[in-house]
């Protein structure tokens, strides 16, 4: 979907409150509220627009341990991959998971409450997968940026 300068400044509004009304929204971006309703309703059936959350702060909420966990397969083949996949939607404490390049094929970035449920995750669940060939773990002492925000100034006006 080609997204103008007007799809443009909605997405970053909505990327800083998604809970304004439509008639918040269309005067932030210049709209009458019925055509920035289309708009929206347009970019959310697209799928540019793939939901709404609220942002949570992991320690308030009591995942205090934040660690990045590379993990590397036996074997490149479908059937493995489809399995690891599997193995992570019974896994919470992941928050994501990107292939990557490089020495390993995923990076997982989890949350957890403690080092003793990361431990739990990563020596007991994780290296227990029989596809699993190799993990490796590196905690983060401190965030320094946390965004949800997508850069859009790539976007043509």
């Given at each position: 979907m080609p997204l103008d300068r007007t799809d443009r400044r909605i997405l970053l509004a909505l990327q800083q409150d998604g809970r304004r009304t439509v008639v918040e929204l269309a005067d932030s971006v210049g709209l009458s509220p019925t055509p920035c309703a289309r708009r929206v309703r347009q970019?959310?059936?697209s799928g540019v627009i793939q939901g709404y959350s609220a942002v949570l702060d992991p320690a308030r909420?009591?995942?205090r341990v934040m660690a990045y966990v590379q993990v590397k397969l036996d074997k490149h083949t479908?059937?493995?991959i489809e399995q690891f996949r599997k193995a992570l939607d019974a896994l919470d404490e992941v928050v994501s998971c990107h292939a990557t390049t490089g020495e390993y094929d995923f990076v997982l970035q989890v949350m957890a409450p403690d080092l003793e449920n990361l431990s739990n995750l990563v020596?007991?669940?994780l290296l227990h997968l029989p596809f699993v060939r190799?993990?490796?773990s590196s905690i983060?002492?401190?965030t320094v940026?946390?965004?949800s925000h997508l850069p859009l100034d790539h976007l043509e006006d």
């Open positions: 970019l959310e059936t909420v009591g995942l479908d059937d493995n020596l007991k669940r190799d993990v490796h983060v002492l401190q940026k946390r965004s």
